[in-house]
């Protein structure tokens, strides 16, 4: 489960805010999660609440926004969007996509005290 990696890293950038701004802990987290990043959003939340722990992210909440996928078709020259890769252009059924948005994971926004 990458998952733990991500979110281990994630509070290691929460550490690193925590130094450089000086608060003293943190009630939100808002990260965005493209729809084609393979991240499951459950398992994610699940391992941020492991690894927040003894951390200034201990009990905040996690907020997941998720990114929708889109890509540009070279058949149609359209910008499209789509589920999950592989998937057909919905305007003229093509193949020739390229991905433009959805695998995105950022840190957004901290809520702090």
Known sequence: MHEIALCNSLVGLIRDQQRERGFARVRRVIVEVGVLGHVDPHALDF???????????????????????RAWCMDCSE??????????????????????????????ELEVI
């Open 47 to 69: 391992a941020f609440e492991v690894e927040a722990k003894d951390s200034p992210a201990q009990d905040a909440v996690l907020e997941i926004r998720e990114i929708e996928g």
């Open 79 to 108: 910008l499209v969007s789509i589920a999950k890769r592989g998937d057909a252009c919905p305007g003229c059924g093509g193949y020739g996509m390229i991905v433009e948005q959805g695998e995105e994971l950022r840190l957004k």
